[in-house]
């Protein structure tokens, strides 16, 4: 009988752990860091931007009227035993009214086609960590608050990222 529990705790505890939403400590770029943990995915966001216009070169692409551009800079990190396909259409901006935002497609181009990571579709594997750039486009007078991250494969759940922007 104690065997039967031990090994119980044994399995549930981390189980359980990966399940519900923790900070799990990270080293990138030599720096230790936390990211949090929704089901073996660990999601860091170090940088957001808002930038009014697009800044490569003279011709400042800007947004539409009223708009700016936001610019997430994002780690994810594998801990599940499975290799994941991560595309950008599992990301929506959520700003303060409640509206969901998708990826700006117009952004994630020009930011490519630039030469920047853009974190548009990636296969990620076990203990394997990727990188890129979210760029989403909202209005001006509007605040993001969330990220809401959608349909994780294998997973069929939604979760949303507290923002401190």
């Known amino acids: 009988m104690k065997k039967a529990i031990i090994i119980l705790v044994l399995f549930i505890i981390p189980l359980f752990s990966i399940i519900i939403a923790e900070d799990i400590s990270l080293t990138i770029q030599g720096k ?7 089901d073996g995915l660990i999601f860091y966001i170090p940088k957001i931007d808002k930038l009014e216009a ?12 009223n708009h700016v551009f936001y610019i997430f800079e994002i780690y994810v990190l594998n801990k599940t035993n499975k290799e994941l396909l991560i595309k950008h259409d599992n990301f929506r901006l959520i700003n303060d009214d409640g509206i969901k935002i998708p990826i700006s497609t117009l952004g994630a181009i020009y930011y490519g086609l630039r030469g920047q990571e853009v974190f548009f579709m990636r296969y990620i594997k ?17 605040t993001p608050y969330k990220l809401k991250i959608l349909d994780i494969p294998n997973k069929g759940k939604n979760y949303t990222i507290s923002l401190k922007i």
């Open 32 to 38: 230790e860091v936390k990211g949090e943990n929704i």
């Open 126 to 142: 076990p203990n394997e960590m990727k990188s890129g750039l979210l760029i989403f486009e909202l209005n001006k007078n509007n």
């Open 54 to 65: 697009l800044p490569f070169d003279s011709s400042n692409i800007k947004p539409e009227k």
